[in-house]
């Protein structure tokens, strides 16, 4: 029951008992007054009747001592007496009208008359006196008719007395017992109103509002403290203050969903800048090498809780191969086939999950039948894919991550870019920096590493041979047969340069159809090797264009060691002064650069 009614009900019965109690204490008090009425009327006839009686008996003496003395004092002072009768009368008569029975006025009408009767026989009395009739006189007042009728007014008057007496207690006893009735009910009244109060104070206050309001006001000190951990109030009764903490639990869940969301915001934020901050350090950065060191740093991070790894697309073999990885993820292999991911395969996150059926990726070391919490995200740049991003451990933050999903495709998308700009910018450094004809590298390469390369060769005591090669009449090629069977020519001799190019070696097309091959780590007797096995493979080549032989193709080639010739800054033009001399002795030969300790030797053709 709500408050209110039990508020309405409690002060309409509280109202409904003070009329009552106040209405039996007006009976009470009316009753109180009737029996102060009834015994104030009773002294008053009384009273009245006691002086009726006196006087009756007064105006007796005063007659009898007038007839006795003939002393005309007593004849004045009995008149006087008569005079104070009539009042005396008149008050009984008037007090007997308002209060007495008809009975008792029958009585009091009685005593009125003898009072009358003994006046008369009074006035007969002192008329025969004065007329000189003394025994006359004398019968008159002292015969014994005259003593019974002063005998029967005296037992008139205690009759009337008795009367009024007998009826007065009665009235008073009914009156006390009516007051009494109405008292005990007032009481009774007033002994409700004050257990109704004490208890509505007690099991409605004290119980149903106060404790609640208590408690409620703890939890809500706490919650202006943004302390949320206190459980909220579980009131089952149905009334305002229920209603109150209904809201108060609302507001509690709504301040909690507030928080989680500021958190969530906080935590998005953070994760936001930290991709941010990952996405200006990939884009800064110069090789795979620097991007892979970046992302093994930045992923943890965003990814707070979760292992993972980082694949590569190997393009000669077509399998994904690990870069990097984090936090020790169990599942997942160190290298498979790109058909090994269906993220790969459908180009978009995969993820398999217990909650969320689907079909986990083969690459994924797993028991028959177990579908551990991953998932793929596919490192797409340029509509090809780079590599991909391989989380686990989803299930200890399930809610996180799926928040954070966004986060995730996001964090994938700018790997994705950030490789894919790499791989761009050495695609085009590569075209900056490679011969389009022979696919060697160019003049712009040679002049960023010579320096580098002679240096290390240099410093380090390391030797270094530089061969510069020309091609042996290369004009009358392009004179005879046309420039594109010259760029024929420059192709396979390119070919043959990148065939004979070891792995530390580097090739470059000098100039025209000039060549330079730069050799750290060999000495000046296997450079000459080298280069005789250059120039016999160009010597052996057959070439036609369009139809027609091109002949027989030969080059010169000079070589210059370091530091047996000269120190790494002059191996160029000392290379390039032997590939002179090389052409001056009759071409297609190898010449040695010349200094104070070799002399020079050449191989004919």
Same mark, same amino acid.
């Given at each position: 029951?709500?408050?209110?009614? =039990? ?27 009737? @029996? ?43 008149? +006087? ?37 003994? *006046? ?18 004398? *019968?008159?007042?002292? !015969? ?39 008292? =005990? ?55 305002? /203050?229920?209603?109150?903490?209904? +809201? %108060? ?13 500021? *958190? ?26 620097? %991007?892979?060191? /970046? /992302?093994?740093?930045? %992923? ?26 984090? @936090? ?18 459908? !180009? &978009?996150?995969?993820?398999? #999950? ?11 070391? =797993? ?77 712009? *390469?040679?002049?960023? $590493? ?7 060769? !240099? ?36 070919? $043959? ?20 091959? &730069? ?34 193709? #030969?080059?010169? /080639?000079?070589? +210059? ?8 800054? !002059?191996?160029?033009?000392? +290379? ?30």
């Amino acid at each position: 029951m709500r408050l209110e009614v =039990i508020t309405n009900w409690a002060y309409g019965i509280t109202v409904a008992l003070t009329i009552v109690s106040g209405t039996a204490m007006l009976c009470a008090s009316s009753a109180q007054r009737e @029996e102060r009425t009834a015994r104030e009327t009773r002294h008053d006839l009384e009273q009245a009747n006691h002086v009726l009686t006196d006087e009756v008996y007064m105006l007796t003496n005063r007659a009898r001592e007038y007839v006795s003395t003939g002393d005309p004092a007593y004849l004045t002072m009995y008149r +006087a007496e008569l005079e104070n009768l009539k009042p005396a009368e008149d008050r009984l008569g008037s007090t007997a009208a308002k209060g007495t029975t008809a009975d008792e006025r029958r009585i009091l009408t009685e005593a009125f008359n003898l009072a009358d009767a003994l *006046q008369d026989e009074q006035a007969e009395a002192i008329s025969a006196y004065q007329e000189g009739d003394l025994d006359e006189a004398r *019968q008159w007042l002292f !015969g014994p008719e005259y003593e019974r009728e002063l005998d029967r007014l005296r037992a008139v008057a205690e009759r009337f007395a008795d009367n009024v007496d007998q009826r007065t207690r009665e009235l008073v006893r009914d009156t006390e017992r009516t007051a009494r009735f109405w008292r =005990i009910i007032s009481e009774i009244a007033v002994g409700v109103t004050a257990l109704l109060f004490l208890c509505v104070l007690y099991f409605v206050f004290k119980r149903r509002v106060l404790h609640p309001v208590v408690k409620l006001s703890d939890v809500l000190r706490r919650m202006t403290r943004q302390d949320y951990s206190s459980q909220p109030l579980e009131i089952p009764q149905i009334d305002e /203050i229920g209603d109150m903490a209904h +809201a %108060v639990t609302l507001f509690r869940e709504n301040a909690l969903e507030r928080q989680r969301l500021e *958190q969530e915001r906080d935590r998005d934020r953070t994760s936001r800048e930290l991709i941010s901050r990952m996405t200006q350090r990939m884009q800064g950065s110069d090789n795979v090498a620097d %991007v892979v060191d /970046i /992302i093994r740093r930045f %992923v943890p991070r965003v990814a707070m809780g979760l292992a993972g790894r980082l694949y590569l697309l190997d393009r000669n073999r077509n399998v994904m191969v690990e870069t990097c990885q984090w @936090e020790a993820p169990k599942y997942s292999t160190h290298e498979f086939s790109t058909l090994a991911c269906w993220a790969l395969r459908r !180009g &978009m996150p995969h993820h398999p #999950s217990s909650e969320n059926v689907d079909v986990p990726c083969p690459h994924l070391d =797993i028991a028959e039948g177990e579908t551990p919490d991953t998932i793929c995200l596919p490192l797409i740049g340029q509509r090809e894919v780079i590599g991909l991003l391989y989380l686990e451990g989803l299930e200890d933050l399930s809610d996180d991550c799926a928040q954070q999903g966004h986060l995730l495709a996001m964090l994938a998308e700018n790997i994705g870019l950030a490789l894919a700009n790499l791989k761009l910018r050495e695609d085009l450094r590569e075209m900056a920096m490679a011969d389009s004809l022979t696919g060697l590298a160019n003049r712009r *390469q040679l002049d960023l $590493v010579l320096q580098k390369q002679l240096g290390r060769g !240099g410093h380090n005591d390391e030797p270094i041979s530089v061969l510069m090669a020309d091609v042996d009449h290369f004009k009358r090629i392009n004179d005879t047969f046309g420039h594109d069977a010259g760029d024929a020519v420059l192709r396979e001799v390119g070919a $043959v340069l990148r065939d004979a190019t070891r792995k530390s070696d580097l090739s470059f097309r000098y100039g025209g159809e000039e060549f330079l091959m &730069m050799l750290p780590g060999t000495d000046l007797p296997t450079a000459i090797e080298r280069a005789e096995e250059v120039r016999t493979r160009i010597e052996d080549l057959t070439l036609s264009f369009n139809g027609h032989s091109l002949g027989s193709i #030969s080059i010169s /080639i000079g070589i +210059a060691n370091s530091p047996l010739h000269s120190s790494f800054e !002059g191996l160029v033009p000392l +290379a390039d002064t032997a590939l002179l001399r090389a052409k001056s002795l009759g071409r297609n030969r190898v010449e040695i650069a010349e200094n104070r300790r070799t002399r020079r030797t050449g191989s004919a053709a």
